[in-house]
Each structure stands twice: as structure tokens, then as C-alpha cells.
Nanobody, 123 residues
Framework: VQLQASGGGSVQSGGSLRLSCAAS????????MGWFRQAPGKEREFVAA????????HYADSVKGRFTISRDNAKNAVYLQMNSLKPEDSGVYFC?????????????????WGQGTQVTVSS
């Protein structure tokens, strides 16, 4: 499975970005997909996840109400709409495919990772 994340960039506080993750080479449509982020000097942290059905979603408390995860299984794609961005949202954002169908916020539960896309939010 190959995951390609895109859509990062530099925005001012309060701005929006939409990240995309294209999956190929496997059956990502049957698995939970997640977004994680990592700031310099910090551990990788969970941002959001979506079940294979696209119905059930989970969010980190820090992004609830501002970020929306979605997926289009017909296109083998997962998206992360990020609104009301804050400087603390800055980091490299990674999409990942879970090892199993169930949800988890732990990086170890994800088997495949994209290369990451940089998000920088200035105050």
C-alpha cells in the first residue's frame, strides 16, 4: 500500500487548508484511515480517524469542531478539512492506514504511512 499526502502549505491563523491522501496498491477501502501530525521535537500525535464505512469518525480534542475527516472509497482517498487553523496546528501531517478495521488513536495500530505534508500556521 502506498499513501500520498498532499495539500499542505502556509496560512495565517484562522485560515483553512484541505489535505488529501491518495491510496494505491491495496485495499484501503476496508480499513480505518487516520491523520497524524508531528511538530519539531515532539512525538507524532493523533489528529483524526475515519472508519471504512465513512460513517464513524474520531477526533483529537484539540481539533474537534475545526477539522473534518472524510473519505471517498471510490477514489481510494481520504481528506482532512482544516478550518480556524492555529499556530499550534503547525507540523508535518501524515495519513495512515490501520492494521485492522477497528479504530485506534495510537500510531502503532497503523501499518502504512504516507510521506507527510507540511502545514505551517503563522500568527
Amino acid at each position: 500500500v502506498q499513501l500520498q499526502a498532499s495539500g499542505g502549505g502556509s496560512v495565517q491563523s484562522g485560515g483553512s487548508l484541505r489535505l488529501s491522501c491518495a491510496a494505491s496498491g491495496g485495499t484501503s477501502t476496508s480499513y480505518t484511515m487516520g491523520w497524524f501530525r508531528q511538530a519539531p521535537g515532539k512525538e507524532r500525535e493523533f489528529v483524526a480517524a475515519i472508519a471504512w464505512t465513512g460513517i464513524t469518525t474520531h477526533y483529537a480534542d484539540s481539533v474537534k469542531g475545526r477539522f473534518t475527516i472524510s473519505r471517498d472509497n471510490a477514489k481510494n482517498a481520504v481528506y482532512l478539512q482544516m478550518n480556524s487553523l492555529k499556530p499550534e496546528d503547525s507540523g508535518v501531517y501524515f495519513c495512515a492506514q490501520a492494521r485492522y478495521g477497528s479504530y485506534s488513536s495510537k500510531p502503532d495500530a497503523y501499518a502504512y504511512w504516507g510521506q507527510g505534508t507540511q502545514v505551517t500556521v503563522s500568527s
